[in-house]
């Protein structure tokens, strides 16, 4: 050790330690490769990708696993934690395509994670099937070896405005508000021509920062202003400040209607009694009508998922395996497990999922169309969906001292 | 003298060393290039942090500042107006030199903690400007043209850090690096033996965020995309500060060595404990603070007559 | 529009009060130890998780709570004073940053792997209620925490000017030889005087908790927060990160109105800059 100069040492050291650790892939199996946020800000929501590709790997094994050309395969799991760090997450897809040797990628949480390695799939010509990016910029780009199994945000809303015509008494104004992130702004991009045609009259209309803390302001405005209707396209934490500051300042619009949180279990948690008669939306319900290969139906999943891993899931699980199940179903289909022929398995996909109906467009994206939902006490309602009414919403909200 | 601590043979070490760097790209897996671009960057940055607080001895927490104006030149020049990435990182060293040298007169009248707030603050301030400015697309962010050139990104790294560590070098051998270590032993004495003290660190202010803006620019167009929050990252500037300090502050190598060390350390944890390795890489950073307070370069020069008793020393030289 | 100007205006005072609290902490470390505090917000996320632990599986109130959860946070901050932080004291300014940022980065993961990511609150009975004061409604747990920024201004003034022991550590803080020949103990004087400033940043957390989320993450902004309020106050007494508060917290309230809800953050910051660089001992410091 001594020959090599001091300086040296301390360089060749760590190359060594980067060289050295390199991932072992199980011969015959195939193996799904994936980095996903299990720490950092957004964590709370990785882990349902996590948790979600773990349970659709090892149900498709116990049933036998993948049939190709006669053979049964099993499937392998490889996930890696990218802390929550953008560019962590491209060297780690890019380890395991060119070091761990995985078959097939699956996604990441969120829209700028996933268009960011997007890149890497289509460097090395390897699908990825992500159920965590809703965002435009996603699929701008041309890209022919990425697809995404959540609705586009455009159309969030869309349902819910329908039912909004619908309602007695019907309400006449508007406030939108959105953070200020691609999908958000996507949202209400989306949205602002659905008020209008359907003539309703958006008399607040204000793009906030990501992460806010402060809504007193905003919700200030919304009663000076007597808005019947407030929609918000934003994050989870932004929304539990918005509804607790909503109650400590005794704000009650006719109805309120959110795009995340809602749906999930921690969320109403969180919240307890104060989550009722929040609005919200789900491209996907646990309902014994989707029916799945593997599982039975989405009830049945719902219920085996919440028995392993002590949550219940929601459409971000749902995605997630659904992204699994289009895997399975294209190397079928394809009859191998050779990347480009899955890619164009994927690309003619069609088969019905827990998660619904699943067929790409021509971008590479799922459409799903959104269902309306509400907290009714101690349960989640569908509300509205595309063929109308399914249930009686608690519309209009009362007074918060009421309730 | 032994033979291989001579010049020559130092020179020739590090002839070798480089030469070994810049042929990552033909004999490396592709896992390595990349990390060795983002390692690269990290030493570009760390050196570039170097010049403002090793040796003036002005701890910036502004470089991120820089670092997200050169990624955003980058991505405005070739996302709005189509131009080449070499207009695109003129544009953004042009707009960090116009920031070191407006700013920078304002903020660096003040000294140690408060001129870190200050440069910690007016990178909170970047980034919520930026995220209002319509040209670069708010806060949704901007999305590059993709390149599919590792080797490209890993060559240019490498020359920018080649670069950074040359003009460091020379500046040890300058009147001006004299100039800036004075200012950091003892301002008003430099001031009075004729330093021109103002001048000198604006101009060591702006030459430490022209390098950080080059390297946000090839960051930017490496990743192929920018948004306020990882364009002025506020952790990557820590990360630059412990690598630099870690390392060896005002020295040559010290910051690049830091910085591929902790890169390396880093990433291993990443990929191999993976759900704690952050938490290892902090207390990894906590131990080294504890016990090598005088950075990497310190502990190895007296690793040899000291032996593990070094650790104790610094311990007990540092405690209350 | 009166109305409504009341309204924000109220909201910026209370929004203010809980600033304070949160500052307190770390104006107290800066001002005496000289030791930039980056995991402040990490405490406060602690204190936050504590209070919420107290409330939910001892049934404690959160107000009610406060003392308990300053003592064991206090606590806290005496080990972590004493054991880590009294190890670099007399090293580089520098390395306290450093070390404190790896202290935060820690005391994250810990959290995230003792109380996984979700997010948490404290919803006790009387968290939606509110009081009103003509139009202007005035939520009671805000009102709360305002009074308590109230409380811990005058307390921490009588305790710095008045006790024995908040003189010691103002002497230490001068002159740790000087103080050493009076007898001082610095170690242990130093380890107080953390402790104290982490019970501080509990107590904040605590109210955070009724406020606000928690999760494991929200200590890098909070300590931002912390950061700006403390300077544009003032480090030099109390009252100072109490108006530096106040200031904040309005002025937020108002950009958000008047100009837009995603420039406060470029008004709070802005103000930082401006304050540091024209007057950087802060609003009620002394004038260097």
New interface residues.
Partial sequence: MKLIPAYLRTVLLPALIVAASAGVALAQDIVLGASVQLTGPVANTGRYYRDAYQIAVDKINAAGGVKIAGQSRKLALKIYDNQSDVSLSVRQYTQLVTQDKVNLLLGPFASNFALVDSAVSEKYRIPMVQGGGASDQIFDRKFKYIFGTLAPASNYFGSTVEMMKALKPKPQSVALLYADDAFDVSVAEGTRPKLKEAGFNIVVDERYSTNATDFNSLLSRVRSGNVDVVLVAGHETEILNFIRQAKSLTVAPKMYSFTVGVPSDDFRRALGKDADYAFGMTAWLPSPDLKDRWFGDAQQFAKEYEARFGYAPDYHAASAVADVEAFVQAMEDAGSIEPTKVRDALAKIHFESLYGPIAFGENGQIDLPQVVIQVQGDSLAAIYGAKGFIQQPKYPMPAWSAR | MKP??SKPW?IA?LVL?LAAAAGVPWYG????I??GI?ALLLAVLAQGWNIIGGYTGY?SFGNSVFYGLGGYGVGIAMVKWGLPFAAGLAFGVALAVIFALTLGV??L??R???F???T???S??M???V??VPLAD????L?LP?L?NDPFFYELALGLLVAATLCIYVITRSRFGFGLIAIRENEESAAVMGVNTTLYKVLAFTLSGIFSALAGGI?AYW???L?P??AFD??LN?KM??MA?FGGPGTV?GPL?GA??L???S??L???I??????F??????A???LM??G?ADA??N??PLGWRYFASN?R???? | MMDLLSQVVANGILLGGLYAVMAFGLALVWGVLNIVNLAHGAFIMLGGYLAWHLYYIVGLDPFLGLPITAVVMFALGYVVQRGLLNLIVRGPMFNSLLITFGLEVVLTYCAQLAFSADFRAINPVYAGHSVSIGTVVIPVVRLAAFAVALALTVGMWTFLLQTRLGRAIRATAQNLVAARLYGVEPRHLYAVTFGLGIALAGVSGALYGTVSQINPYIGASLTAKSFAISIIGGLDNPLGVLVGGLFLGIVESLTTLYIGPTYADVASFGILVLVLVVRPSGLLGKAA
Avoid at chain 2, 29 to 32: A, E, R
Avoid at chain 2, 274 to 279: D, E, H, P, V
């Fill in positions: 291989w601590r130092r070490a060393a897996s592709d896992v390595l990349q990390f983002n701890p304002l903020v009248r003040l140690g903690h408060y870190a707030i200050a910690l603050a007016l909170q301030v980034a919520a400007i995220s209002n708010r806060n949704i962010g999305v993709p599919n960051h990743i192929t995309f948004d929050d990882s506020i952790s820590v500060i412990i300090v190598f060595v591929f060390f890169s390396a350390v990433e291993f990443s990929s191999e993976t759900s704690i390795a952050g938490l890489f902090g207390l990894v950073i906590v080294a603070v504890v307070p005088r990497l190895i020069r690793m040899h311990v030289a540092h405690r209350l």
